[in-house]
């Protein structure tokens, strides 16, 4: 059997099938950065295949790991990993990166659409110069009038080169679009090409086939050379693939040099297994349906030995996100931001290098450096709770160590009190940087406010001076961090002369039993200084002179230890980790530290969550990006890592909002929030038997029916980590009795991470509202591609939470319909294209309409000038169907922002609203005092936004509450 003449040769049997392409990225480890390069193995598929994404079968159960299985042909031994002679080797091993992709009209040539057609930018690049896309040419050879552009600067040197991405980057780091090839065969490429107008009148240039072993070494390649012009003309070229050649890259590449900058247009691209080229055909659109990793490679036997096949397994990112088990969150999280220069994990003590018999904290980053003890009124093993929840100390096993020092005995004496003394790698007993920038944390605990329990109106945290910062003689200079007597913690660095360079004291009470965390940076130029404690809130001070030293001899932790030998104001409480970088570090690096170790990163959005599990668990999918979230909105309480997977901290964020995580078709991590549900008001396509109508025929085995299993009258939410939780208030439980009356009481329990306990109970609320009554489900459907190829790309994109309509139209009953979001999409066929079938698992859309009111805005339709009182603007929020006189309301003393999100955004009050009829385009508003600066056309009036929030994408909300704005479901209507 053989394809049809003109289609990819491991392509279908039938032109009007699609082209199943089963790709491995050989040299990309499962968790590694490395970029994928995608290795064609579809000609080597054997009998059926199935490719089911993450999914489960009902919208409350948890998502299970999506799997793909297949059989490749295996009689040369290619897929044995102890072939050392295999073409693969050494690179059959568990967790290589798969993935499937479904060409909906395949034909010869076997590039991208989008690079084919020129409409796409996303996998070409260019070894100088810039890249971009233009419409409306003159028709091609290929007939086409759309182009990538290549803008070359005046005197680039000959060999300049543009192409696929591949060519002209690092193959080690940066993902190409390279074509699978067969070794020892024919293969050709062309393109359409012109110089636009403005540039060089002519340009030499070379197209080129370059061949790559599976290793992206560059064999030798393949060129034709041509004199291009501001007209229209075709290169082509061939050449055969070496015996080691896995891969393909077409480009082009200058033979002169440019001598004005210069504009090439490019398009047609073609590169097909042939030993001549033929014209060019557009290679139909390509979309990827599954990706994953391969898990094993069991390989069998068949017809008493003689036929090998190789049964692949390949599993989803949630599996390893399930297997893997998260430590304590510090130590991960601190790796992850800069590398510390040193770093101190005050529970585990060694032998003290320095002092006989003493102890000493080590260096986790493996340097000589240590913390030595000094003194004897420290004690390790004390606990790490603290007075509240909240307070705790975030995800570090304990022991801790105690400081149990008395501030009026110890004052200026060296024995007086205990403390830690830094010893470098080269011996000295000084951490900080002399240059460059630095930053220091420490978290501790203390119940002990200075000034109330002793002599002393300060405590120290950590010092570092100069020999003569306490006696006032000799160099003065100093910077230490303390508790002063209002419980706050401030910064203090003086110059040599004991002249105060900066100052900064923080706002928030430390002295009250929870853990804090201090987080001290000097900028790289020395002359700013930043304190973060707790929080994202920082404090500034700049200096008009650099504030780093070079004569700072002596450092302590715990105490201030100046002139070397007097130790005064020491530290009494918990300290569990000093950490310092040889750099300054970001805002966000900073309130990442202290928000994660004082309140377990409580505050977070959904997303920002997702992103801080996936970088605790140094997890990378291998896809096209590492993870993202979509409508999802909730704000999580603190939350505890150790111990949990990381599916599981993430189910639980997604929880807290009756969202789900799952993995998309383009093997993306994906949290989705409820609202995504609420906000899909059309569904993406209907399947039904009006074919005329575009519905999309299934087969006969639809079942509706009033499932009992998901029957919840009793809604049991446990609240962890919330700000104000309590031993009273973690159980957040609602029930209907009328519904246990009629259906017998059913429980539904939930743990979730909410920042309020209140949200629980919003929870509990919409879970009840949602189950307490039965609702009409469809256990799923499928749908027959082979039968019906020309529905292929409606439904190839279909992905996790979609909205679909089903509709049934029986003989002799009423007709039914059924909105429904997926929940599982499966994908399976075989190697002769014969069979090729999608089946759906399917859940319920809400039985009510949600609507959605959104800020009143409107844009205005000319400029004005500054001193006006009166604008006019298009439709408020869009939507002419309700009169704008009821929406923004007159003589009240209504305030709007008028350009927001410009530079000239100001407060205006609204005096009054011209009266319209519906269907009004353009409306007068009238303001109480002129306007103080100029507005261009299409600037925005719009209520005001707290905190700056942006006016959301136009499509994603509805404009105002009226029929365009419900988002799906049958009534009663219900709005939040």
Same mark, same amino acid.
């Given at each position: 059997?053989?394809?049809?003449?003109?289609?990819?040769?491991?392509? &279908?049997?039938?032109?009007?099938?699609?082209?199943?392409?089963?790709?491995?990225?050989?040299?990309?480890?499962?968790?590694? *950065?490395?970029?994928?390069?995608?290795?064609?193995?579809?000609?080597?598929?054997?009998?059926?295949?199935?490719?089911?994404?993450?999914?489960?079968?009902?919208?409350?159960?948890?998502?299970?790991?999506?799997?793909?299985?297949?059989?490749?042909?295996?009689?040369?031994?290619?897929?044995?990993?102890?072939?050392?002679?295999?073409?693969?080797?050494?690179?059959?091993?568990?967790?290589?990166?798969?993935?499937?992709?479904?060409?909906?009209?395949?034909?010869?040539?076997?590039?991208?659409?989008?690079?084919?057609?020129?409409?796409?930018?996303?996998?070409?690049?260019?070894?100088?110069?810039?890249?971009?896309?233009?419409?409306?040419?003159?028709?091609?050879?290929?007939?086409?009038?759309?182009?990538?552009?290549?803008?070359?600067?005046?005197?680039?040197?000959?060999?300049?080169?543009?192409?696929?991405?591949?060519?002209?980057?690092?193959?080690?780091?940066?993902?190409?679009?390279?074509?699978?090839?067969?070794?020892?065969?024919?293969?050709?490429?062309?393109?359409?090409?012109?110089?636009?107008?403005?540039?060089?009148?002519?340009?030499?240039?070379?197209?080129?086939?370059?061949?790559?072993?599976?290793?992206?070494?560059?064999?030798?390649?393949?060129?034709?050379?041509?004199?291009?012009?501001?007209?229209?003309?075709?290169?082509?070229?061939?050449?055969?693939?070496?015996?080691?050649?896995?891969?393909?890259?077409?480009?082009?590449?200058?033979?002169?040099?440019?001598?004005?900058?210069?504009?090439?247009?490019?398009?047609?691209?073609?590169?097909?297994?042939?030993? /001549?080229?033929?014209?060019? /055909?557009?290679?139909? &659109?390509?979309?990827?349906?599954?990706?994953?990793?391969?898990?094993?490679?069991?390989?069998?036997?068949?017809?008493?030995?003689?036929?090998?096949?190789?049964?692949?397994?390949?599993?989803?990112?949630?599996?390893?996100?399930?297997?893997?088990?998260?430590?304590?969150?510090?130590?991960?999280?601190?790796?992850?931001?800069?590398? &510390?220069?040193?770093?101190?994990?005050?529970?585990?003590?060694?032998?003290?290098?320095?002092?006989?018999?003493?102890?000493?904290?080590?260096?986790?980053?493996?340097?000589?450096?240590?913390?030595?003890?000094?003194?004897?009124?420290?004690?390790?093993?004390?606990?790490?709770?603290?007075?509240?929840?909240?307070?705790?100390?975030?995800?570090?096993?304990?022991?801790?160590?105690?400081?149990?020092?008395?501030?009026?005995?110890?004052?200026?004496?060296?024995?007086?009190?205990?403390?830690?003394?830094?010893?470098?790698?080269?011996?000295?007993?000084?951490?900080?940087?002399?240059?460059?920038?630095?930053?220091?944390?420490?978290?501790?605990?203390?119940?002990? *406010? &200075?000034?109330?329990?002793?002599?002393?109106?300060?405590?120290?945290?950590?010092?570092?001076?100069?020999?003569?910062?306490?006696?006032?003689?000799?160099?003065?200079?100093?910077?230490?961090?303390?508790? %002063?007597?209002?419980?706050?913690?401030?910064?203090?660095?003086?110059?040599?002369?004991?002249?105060?360079?900066?100052?900064?004291?923080?706002?928030?009470?430390?002295?009250?039993?929870?853990?804090?965390?201090?987080?001290?940076?000097?900028?790289?130029?020395?002359?700013?200084?930043?304190?973060?404690?707790?929080?994202?809130?920082?404090?500034?001070?700049?200096?008009?002179?650099?504030?780093?030293?070079?004569?700072?001899?002596?450092?302590?932790?715990?105490?201030?230890?100046?002139?070397?030998?007097?130790?005064?104001?020491?530290?009494?409480?918990?300290?569990?980790?000093?950490?310092?970088?040889?750099?300054?570090?970001?805002?966000?690096?900073?309130?990442?530290?202290?928000?994660?170790?004082?309140?377990?990163?409580?505050?977070?959005?959904?997303?920002?969550?997702?992103?801080?599990?996936?970088?605790?668990?140094?997890?990378?999918?291998?896809?096209?990006?590492?993870?993202?979230?979509?409508?999802?909105?909730?704000?999580?309480?603190?939350?505890?890592?150790?111990?949990?997977?990381?599916?599981?901290?993430?189910?639980?964020?997604?929880?807290?909002?009756?969202?789900?995580? *799952?993995?998309?078709?383009?093997?993306?991590?994906?949290?989705?929030?409820?609202?995504?549900?609420?906000?899909?008001?059309?569904?993406?396509? *209907?399947?039904?038997?009006?074919?005329?109508?575009?519905?999309?025929?299934?087969?006969?085995?639809?079942?509706?029916?009033?499932?009992?299993?998901?029957?919840?009258?009793?809604?049991?939410?446990?609240?962890?980590?919330?700000?104000?939780?309590?031993?009273?208030?973690?159980?957040?439980?609602?029930?209907?009795?009328?519904?246990?009356?009629?259906?017998?009481?059913?429980?539904?329990?939930?743990?979730?991470?909410?920042?309020?306990?209140? %949200?629980?109970?919003?929870?509990?609320?919409?879970?009840?509202?949602?189950?307490?009554?039965?609702?009409?489900?469809?256990?799923?459907?499928?749908?027959?591609?082979?039968? %019906?190829?020309?529905?292929?790309?409606?439904?190839?994109?279909?992905?996790?939470?979609?909205?679909?309509?089903?509709?049934?139209?029986?003989?002799?009953?009423?007709?039914?319909?059924?909105?429904?979001?997926?929940?599982?999409?499966?994908?399976?066929?075989?190697?002769?294209?014969?069979?090729?079938?999608?089946?759906?698992?399917?859940?319920?859309?809400?039985?009510?309409?949600?609507?959605?009111?959104?800020?009143?805005?409107?844009?205005?339709?000319?400029?004005?000038?500054?001193?006006?009182?009166?604008?006019?603007?298009?439709?408020?929020?869009?939507?002419?169907?309700?009169?704008?006189?009821?929406?923004?309301?007159?003589?009240?003393?209504?305030?709007?922002?008028?350009?927001?999100?410009?530079?000239?955004?100001?407060?205006?009050?609204?005096?009054?609203?011209?009266?319209?009829?519906?269907?009004?385009?353009?409306?007068?508003?009238?303001?109480?005092?002129?306007?103080?600066?100029?507005?261009?056309?299409?600037?925005?009036?719009?209520?005001?936004?707290?905190?700056?929030?942006?006016?959301?994408?136009?499509?994603?909300?509805?404009?105002?509450?009226?029929?365009?704005?419900?988002?799906?479901?049958?009534?009663?209507?219900?709005?939040?």
């Amino acid at each position: 059997m053989t394809t049809p003449a003109g289609y990819a040769l491991d392509g &279908p049997l039938i032109s009007s099938w699609p082209r199943v392409i089963l790709q491995i990225a050989w040299t990309a480890g499962g968790n590694s *950065t490395a970029p994928n390069h995608w290795y064609t193995v579809s000609s080597r598929l054997r009998g059926s295949w199935k490719a089911e994404l993450a999914g489960r079968q009902y919208e409350l159960d948890a998502v299970q790991s999506g799997q793909m299985s297949f059989s490749l042909d295996n009689v040369d031994g290619a897929f044995d990993p102890d072939n050392t002679s295999s073409f693969f080797y050494p690179y059959v091993v568990p967790y290589r990166r798969c993935r499937l992709v479904l060409q909906t009209s395949p034909t010869r040539n076997l590039l991208y659409q989008g690079i084919a057609t020129g409409t796409s930018t996303g996998a070409v690049a260019a070894s100088t110069g810039t890249i971009g896309m233009t419409t409306g040419l003159a028709a091609s050879p290929s007939g086409l009038t759309t182009a990538l552009t290549w803008a070359v600067p005046n005197g680039a040197a000959s060999g300049a080169a543009f192409g696929l991405a591949g060519a002209t980057q690092s193959w080690a780091t940066t993902a190409s679009w390279a074509v699978t090839v067969t070794p020892g065969a024919a293969y050709s490429a062309g393109v359409d090409i012109s110089l636009a107008a403005g540039g060089m009148s002519s340009l030499g240039v070379q197209q080129q086939i370059a061949f790559y072993d599976l290793n992206g070494n560059a064999l030798t390649s393949s060129s034709a050379s041509a004199t291009v012009t501001t007209s229209w003309s075709r290169i082509t070229v061939s050449g055969a693939a070496q015996a080691t050649a896995a891969f393909a890259i077409v480009s082009l590449v200058t033979t002169a040099a440019t001598t004005a900058a210069t504009t090439v247009q490019v398009t047609g691209w073609q590169l097909e297994q042939a030993a /001549a080229p033929t014209p060019w /055909a557009d290679p139909g &659109p390509f979309t990827s349906v599954w990706q994953g990793f391969v898990e094993r490679w069991p390989q069998k036997y068949e017809q008493n030995g003689k036929y090998g096949v190789v049964q692949v397994t390949a599993v989803d990112a949630l599996a390893p996100l399930s297997q893997l088990t998260l430590g304590y969150a510090m130590p991960a999280w601190v790796a992850s931001q800069i590398t &510390p220069q040193y770093w101190f994990d005050l529970a585990s003590t060694t032998a003290s290098p320095d002092i006989s018999g003493g102890k000493a904290f080590p260096d986790l980053g493996g340097s000589a450096a240590v913390l030595d003890i000094v003194g004897s009124n420290i004690a390790t093993g004390t606990s790490i709770t603290s007075t509240s929840s909240v307070g705790t100390l975030w995800n570090t096993p304990g022991p801790v160590i105690t400081l149990s020092n008395s501030q009026a005995s110890s004052g200026g004496s060296a024995s007086g009190a205990s403390y830690l003394q830094p010893r470098t790698p080269s011996g000295g007993t000084v951490m900080l940087p002399t240059s460059g920038g630095w930053t220091r944390m420490i978290c501790f605990r203390t119940t002990v *406010t &200075p000034g109330t329990g002793g002599t002393y109106s300060a405590t120290s945290l950590w010092c570092a001076a100069g020999p003569g910062f306490y006696s006032g003689t000799g160099d003065k200079s100093g910077v230490y961090c303390f508790i %002063n007597s209002t419980g706050n913690v401030g910064v203090n660095v003086q110059n040599s002369t004991g002249s105060s360079l900066a100052t900064t004291n923080t706002q928030q009470f430390v002295c009250d039993g929870n853990w804090h965390c201090a987080v001290v940076s000097l900028s790289a130029d020395g002359k700013t200084l930043t304190v973060a404690v707790d929080s994202y809130i920082t404090w500034h001070n700049t200096a008009t002179s650099d504030m780093h030293s070079t004569t700072y001899d002596h450092d302590a932790i715990g105490t201030f230890l100046a002139d070397s030998n007097v130790n005064t104001q020491p530290f009494a409480g918990d300290l569990a980790w000093v950490a310092q970088w040889n750099a300054e570090l970001t805002q966000s690096q900073r309130g990442d530290l202290c928000l994660g170790f004082a309140n377990g990163w409580a505050g977070d959005n959904n997303g920002t969550r997702l992103n801080r599990v996936l970088t605790l668990a140094n997890f990378h999918s291998g896809a096209v990006y590492n993870s993202a979230y979509i409508a999802a909105e909730a704000i999580l309480g603190g939350t505890s890592f150790q111990g949990r997977s990381p599916l599981d901290v993430i189910q639980e964020c997604a929880d807290t909002e009756v969202g789900q995580f *799952t993995v998309n078709r383009a093997g993306v991590p994906v949290l989705y929030g409820q609202l995504w549900r609420w906000i899909q008001s059309q569904p993406v396509v *209907t399947f039904g038997e009006h074919t005329a109508a575009g519905e999309i025929p299934y087969l006969d085995d639809v079942e509706f029916e009033q499932d009992p299993a998901h029957l919840y009258n009793d809604i049991q939410i446990t609240c962890d980590g919330s700000v104000d939780l309590t031993n009273t208030n973690a159980l957040q439980e609602v029930s209907d009795a009328t519904s246990q009356a009629a259906y017998f009481p059913q429980s539904l329990q939930r743990t979730i991470t909410p920042n309020f306990v209140s %949200n629980g109970m919003a929870v509990a609320q919409y879970l009840l509202s949602q189950y307490k009554d039965p609702h009409t489900r469809l256990q799923g459907l499928t749908i027959d591609l082979a039968a %019906n190829p020309s529905v292929l790309t409606a439904l190839s994109t279909l992905n996790f939470g979609d909205m679909v309509r089903v509709n049934r139209r029986p003989a002799l009953a009423p007709s039914k319909t059924l909105d429904c979001f997926l929940e599982q999409v499966a994908w399976s066929g075989d190697d002769t294209g014969a069979n090729l079938k999608l089946h759906l698992q399917m859940s319920p859309a809400s039985q009510y309409r949600y609507g959605v009111i959104s800020a009143a805005w409107a844009t205005l339709t000319a400029g004005v000038a500054a001193g006006v009182t009166t604008v006019t603007l298009g439709p408020v929020s869009g939507n002419a169907a309700i009169a704008a006189q009821y929406v923004i309301p007159s003589g009240t003393g209504y305030q709007m922002t008028l350009g927001y999100g410009t530079a000239n955004a100001e407060t205006v009050t609204i005096q009054s609203v011209q009266a319209v009829a519906v269907g009004y385009s353009t409306v007068q508003i009238t303001f109480t005092a002129a306007t103080t600066q100029p507005h261009s056309a299409g600037d925005y009036l719009c209520d005001i936004n707290p905190g700056n929030l942006a006016i959301p994408p136009v499509g994603r909300y509805p404009t105002c509450f009226d029929g365009s704005s419900q988002t799906g479901g049958t009534s009663p209507l219900v709005s939040f």
